[in-house]
């Protein structure tokens, strides 16, 4: 009889989170499709050991493990075209989002990151719409911004975004984040409503703007090699596993956001939505640095966003 072939897969938020719980289906369509001939283990959250979740990058890359989920931005540095979804206040909903990602565009930033790393994006993971969160004002003008820290994450083109709008930009991995919040080593910070909400960073920070500035990603990493190792028939399970794991996780990020909304309200947090209006001060306020980020693309891969997002709406 032959083994089953062990698949590790590591991820760093608690058991409701929608990645996790993105996880678990990973499981579950793993054994649907390929049985036994697959052990699937899943290390739900390894900031429990101390660790900080950017490990999952260097654990995967390395081999220890075999897969992760992970926000794109994170290797923006090391795959700059990455950085093409990182245009603040650009793409209007999680529809368009989605027709990017599952496009030629979305192909063509997976051979991407295979050129330039150790890595093989299985697929595009949600990682929630991103709104900025205070202690003690409501944030809905750049005004509001003026000389208040901010939460980001380890991204040169999310922090100069941030500067732009009149914030002063910190990068602090997930694990520390609860604690600098707490703290108030950060005035305000910026993540998907459930990260606010399972964090509990709510307890401090009671104003939340729902300016939807970003549609985060979060990439299905999985170790190049050891994907390319795989019998054939076994990669293709995994596969179609991941395709059945993605769709689940996106609606369980949608139906989040509606549940996250009802809670954080009926716990007496402020959950303010922006006007068209304010919203579009925004976009002109982050109009030039959007310019300058565009800049620095190869244009066909600009085209392919523009082409994407047109072809949407």
Same mark, same amino acid.
């Given at each position: 009889?032959?083994?089953?072939?062990?698949i590790?897969?590591?991820?760093?938020?608690g058991?409701?989170? #929608?990645?996790?719980?993105?996880?678990?289906?990973?499981?579950?369509?793993?054994?649907?499709?390929?049985?036994?001939?697959?052990?699937?283990?899943?290390?739900?959250?390894?900031?429990?050991?101390?660790?900080?979740?950017?490990?999952?990058?260097?654990?995967?890359?390395?081999?220890?493990?075999?897969?992760?989920?992970?926000?794109?931005?994170?290797?923006?540095?090391?795959?700059?075209?990455?950085?093409?979804?990182?245009?603040?206040? #650009?793409?209007?909903?999680?529809?368009?989002?989605?027709?990017?990602?599952?496009?030629?565009?979305?192909?063509?930033?997976?051979?991407?990151?295979?050129?330039?790393?150790?890595?093989?994006?299985?697929?595009?993971?949600?990682?929630?719409?991103?709104?900025?969160?205070?202690?003690?004002?409501?944030?809905?003008?750049?005004?509001?911004? @003026?000389g208040?820290?901010?939460?980001?994450?380890?991204n040169?083109?999310? @922090?100069?975004?941030?500067?732009?709008?009149?914030?002063?930009?910190?990068?602090?991995?997930?694990?520390?984040?609860?604690?600098?919040?707490?703290?108030?080593?950060?005035?305000?910070?910026?993540?998907?409503?459930?990260?606010?909400y399972?964090?509990?960073?709510?307890?401090?920070?009671?104003?939340i703007?729902?300016?939807?500035?970003?549609?985060?990603?979060?990439?299905?990493?999985?170790?190049?090699?050891?994907?390319?190792?795989?019998p054939?028939?076994?990669?293709?399970?995994?596969?179609?596993?991941?395709?059945?794991?993605?769709?689940?996780?996106?609606?369980?990020?949608?139906?989040?956001?509606?549940?996250?909304?009802?809670?954080?309200?009926?716990?007496?947090?402020?959950?303010?939505?922006?006007?068209?209006?304010?919203?579009? #001060?925004?976009?002109?306020?982050?109009?030039?640095?959007?310019?300058?980020?565009?800049?620095?693309?190869?244009?066909?891969?600009?085209?392919?966003?523009?082409?994407?997002l047109?072809?949407?709406?």
């Amino acid at each position: 009889m032959t083994e089953p072939i062990t698949i590790r897969f590591g991820g760093y938020q608690g058991p409701q989170s #929608v990645h996790t719980r993105g996880g678990r289906a990973l499981g579950q369509y793993l054994h649907e499709e390929l049985g036994d001939a697959v052990n699937f283990i899943f290390d739900e959250n390894i900031v429990e050991r101390g660790q900080k979740a950017a490990d999952l990058l260097t654990m995967v890359e390395s081999g220890e493990l075999d897969g992760c989920y992970f926000s794109s931005s994170y290797l923006a540095g090391r795959v700059p075209e990455l950085g093409v979804f990182d245009q603040h206040f #650009v793409v209007p909903d999680r529809a368009s989002a989605y027709a990017i990602l599952d496009g030629e565009l979305g192909r063509e930033l997976a051979r991407c990151v295979a050129a330039g790393t150790g890595y093989c994006v299985m697929d595009f993971w949600d990682n929630g719409f991103r709104h900025i969160s205070t202690a003690d004002r409501v944030i809905t003008s750049p005004q509001d911004c @003026k000389g208040l820290t901010i939460r980001t994450l380890a991204n040169e083109d999310h @922090k100069a975004l941030f500067r732009t709008l009149g914030f002063e930009p910190h990068a602090i991995d997930v694990r520390d984040l609860p604690a600098a919040v707490a703290d108030g080593t950060v005035d305000a910070q910026e993540n998907p409503l459930t990260n606010i909400y399972n964090f509990r960073l709510h307890d401090t920070h009671r104003h939340i703007s729902l300016t939807g500035h970003l549609l985060g990603v979060a990439l299905a990493l999985f170790n190049r090699q050891h994907v390319e190792a795989l019998p054939d028939y076994i990669r293709e399970g995994v596969a179609r596993a991941m395709r059945k794991a993605t769709l689940a996780q996106r609606q369980f990020a949608e139906e989040d956001d509606a549940i996250c909304t009802a809670k954080l309200r009926a716990e007496g947090v402020e959950v303010r939505d922006l006007t068209l209006q304010e919203r579009n #001060v925004f976009i002109e306020a982050v109009a030039p640095q959007i310019a300058r980020l565009r800049a620095n693309f190869d244009p066909k891969l600009v085209a392919l966003f523009d082409k994407s997002l047109r072809q949407q709406n």
